[in-house]
T-cell receptor, first 116, second 110 residues
Framework: GAVVSQHPSRVICKSGTSVKIECRSL??????MFWYRQFPKKSLMLMAT?????????EQGVEKDKFLINHASLTLSTLTVTSAHPEDSSFYIC????????????FGPGTRLTVT | EDQVTQSPEALRLQEGESSSLNCSYT??????LFWYRQDPGKGPEFLFT???AGEEKEKERLKATLTKKESFLHITAPKPEDSATYLC???????????FGEGTQLTVNP
């Protein structure tokens, strides 16, 4: 139980284009979904918190116009990296907290974004 | 401000050699402390949640304990497949966000 998927697992895009990453909770409904970024050999950096049907809350220093988050349902959140640049290349990971249950966050497998 | 410090940064063990990983934290009010395992190129895998000092949780060769200032992840007779980065995170009573430590990279040699 508590499985979270992400799609795509890897994406390469050209500088200036936009990329959408999907995060789905497969066997539970999620009150809250989170988006993280992870640099090589570093820990997870929280980018934003989203609740279904409301605007995402972004962490300090994260550009909300660049990293668009939509939480369309209790099982789906999307992150769109707009006008991507090489410095946006990173490992993006989402997580979700079940509607029914404790406070754990269950993580997706991550999406490796490379901007050329 | 919440803070999580993990030590050591890296640990090499021989198969069967038991050891402990440390997670020290400061927080105004702790809702929970979480342990995760992360393999290279993958998302973190949930291991344990600890809510109050004195609590212990076990899963196979892993045992997590909690005090008011730190948590330990004890690994008994580790195997090479236990090699991974172990992450500790805390959650305040006032919110849902997790604050992560930098992790301990564990390598278990056969």
């Amino acid at each position: 139980g508590a499985v979270v998927s992400q799609h795509p697992s890897r994406v390469i895009c050209k500088s200036g284009t936009s990329v959408k990453i999907e995060c789905r909770s497969l066997d539970f409904q999620a009150t809250t979904m989170f988006w993280y970024r992870q640099f090589p050999k570093k820990s997870l950096m929280l980018m934003a918190t989203s609740n279904e049907g409301s605007k995402a809350t972004y962490e300090q220093g994260v550009e909300k116009d660049k990293f668009l988050i939509n939480h369309a349902s209790l099982t789906l959140s999307t992150l769109t990296v707009t006008s991507a640049h090489p410095e946006d290349s990173s490992f993006y990971i989402c997580s979700a907290t079940p509607l029914a249950g404790g406070h754990e966050q269950y993580f997706g497998p991550g999406t490796r974004l490379t901007v050329t | 401000e919440d803070q999580v410090t993990q030590s050591p940064e890296a640990l090499r063990l021989q198969e069967g050699e038991s050891s402990s990983l440390n997670c020290s934290y400061t927080v105004s009010g702790l809702r929970g402390l979480f342990w995760y395992r992360q393999d290279p190129g993958k998302g973190p895998e949930f291991l344990f949640t600890l809510y109050s000092a004195g609590e212990e949780k076990e899963k196979e060769r892993l045992k997590a304990t909690l005090t008011k200032k730190e948590s330990f992840l004890h690994i008994t007779a580790p195997k090479p497949e236990d090699s991974a980065t172990y992450l500790c995170a805390i959650q305040e009573t006032s919110g849902s966000r997790l604050t992560f430590g930098e992790g301990t990279q564990l390598t278990v040699n056969p």
